[in-house]
Every structure is written in structure tokens, then in C-alpha cells.
């Protein structure tokens, strides 16, 4: 167990939708990290926040939107949904601005029909 | 950010020593070299992280040489429940940007 909680574990919505994930970083950890991944793409980073300020962005699309909260806690919108987005998507935390040492949820498997 | 390359594939069977080669040819002074771990469905999961020489720890070495531009992660008395996907990673510690570049990793497989 990492420590990192994600939820919800599973989510089937359809074409067009907007969902909301949800993680939880380890205790004392600042940054918060999304990442995707899918059969033909591998592991892709999407955004990473730091104390509640967005620090990097990767491949994320712009359908795609996240915050960090006062609490540490991360969410990642995606709206508009499309087949294509049906992925794993993994959070991580890491203690500080470092790029070390990422400790990652369990995921949440999107489904989209 | 350096790239990474390593093997696509590789077999093993119990009790053996695993060794997966990472070339990083372009590695950076202040970069660190990184191996995560993943089973499938699952997050990754860091296994071992070094910056020159040996570094030991209870599941793997890493075994970097001089110049860097290598490093070699090695398995002692691999088992079946070792089968993942190892990614090599290679980035500045403490740098300002934490976002980890994944390639596609080395699939290991360990038959009994």
C-alpha cells in the first residue's frame, strides 16, 4: 500500500460525459502528479500540482482540467469524453518538487461506451 | 529530459538473477537514475534509485558504472510473483519539475 488513495476504483460513462477522479496523497506529501495509461500509449503524465499551484503539464488535453485543494487533495476533471479516454489514470504524490520517489495510487479504470 | 532505452522483453525462470540493462546516453550531471516496478492494473512502484557506483537495497541493486551513461537494475533469485514491467527513468532530483518520463519499460517474465 503506497498510501495514495484514488477513487472511484472503476467508471463506465458514455461518449460526451463529464467525470470527476479523485486522490488522496500520502500524508505530508505536497505534490500531487495524474498520470494516463492506455494499451497503445504506455504511462503519460498529465499535469502535477504543488501546494495547491499547478508546477507542470504534460500531455494533457485541454477537455482535461485539474486543482489541488487546500487539503492536499487532487482532483482531475474530464469532460467531453471520448472512446479514446478509456485508460487507467494513476495519481501520485512525492513530498516535495522533486521528481524522485513518486509513490502511486491504485488507479481508476475509465471506461467509456 | 534524457531518453531512456531498454529491453522490450525478458525471460527468467525462478531462483535465477535477473540483470535489465537502461542506456541513457545523454544523462544530465544532476540527473539521478530511477527503476519502478508495474504489475498489471496496477500504479508503478518504486523499486531503487542511484546516482553513480552501487546502491543496495532489500529488493534490487543498481549497479551504475563511471561515465553514467548506463545502469543496470539486477534482480537476486528472481520468482514468479517478480513478472512486471520495469521502467528506467532518468531526472533531476529536486529539480522544479516532477513529472517522470516513462518509455515502455522491460516486460519481465519468470516461469517456474
Known amino acids: 500500500d503506497s498510501g495514495v488513495t484514488q477513487t472511484p476504483k472503476h467508471l463506465i460513462t458514455a461518449t460526451g460525459q463529464r467525470v470527476t477522479l479523485r486522490c488522496s496523497p500520502r500524508?505530508?506529501?505536497?505534490?500531487v502528479y495524474w498520470y494516463q495509461q492506455s494499451l497503445d500509449q504506455g504511462l503519460q503524465f498529465l499535469i502535477q500540482?504543488?501546494?495547491?499551484?499547478?508546477?507542470a503539464k504534460g500531455n494533457i488535453l485541454e477537455r482535461f482540467s485539474a486543482q489541488q485543494f487546500p487539503d492536499l487533495h487532487s482532483e482531475l476533471n474530464l469532460s467531453s469524453l471520448e472512446l479514446g479516454d478509456s485508460a487507467l489514470y494513476f495519481c501520485?504524490?512525492?513530498?516535495?518538487?522533486?521528481?524522485?520517489?513518486?509513490?502511486f495510487g491504485p488507479g481508476t479504470r475509465l471506461t467509456v461506451l | 529530459l534524457a531518453k531512456t532505452t531498454q529491453p522490450i522483453s525478458m525471460d527468467s525462470y525462478e531462483g535465477q538473477e535477473v540483470n535489465i540493462t537502461c542506456s541513457h546516453n545523454?544523462?544530465?550531471?544532476?540527473?539521478?537514475i530511477t527503476w519502478y516496478q508495474q504489475f498489471p492494473s496496477q500504479g508503478p512502484r518504486f523499486i531503487i534509485q542511484?546516482?553513480?557506483t552501487k546502491v543496495t537495497n532489500e529488493v534490487a541493486s543498481l549497479f551504475i558504472p563511471a561515465d553514467r551513461k548506463s545502469s543496470t537494475l539486477s534482480l537476486p533469485r528472481v520468482s514468479l510473483s517478480d513478472t512486471a514491467v520495469y521502467y528506467c527513468?532518468?531526472?533531476?532530483?529536486?529539480?522544479?519539475?516532477?513529472?517522470?518520463?516513462f518509455g515502455k519499460g522491460t516486460k519481465l517474465s519468470v516461469k517456474p
Open positions: 501520485a504524490s512525492s513530498a516535495g518538487l522533486a521528481r524522485d520517489t513518486q509513490y
Open positions: 500524508s505530508g506529501d505536497l505534490s
Open positions: 500540482y504543488y501546494n495547491g499551484e499547478e508546477r
Open positions: 545523454n544523462i544530465a550531471t544532476n540527473d539521478y
Open positions: 542511484g546516482y553513480k
Open positions: 527513468l532518468v531526472g533531476e532530483k529536486g529539480g522544479s519539475q516532477g513529472n517522470l518520463i
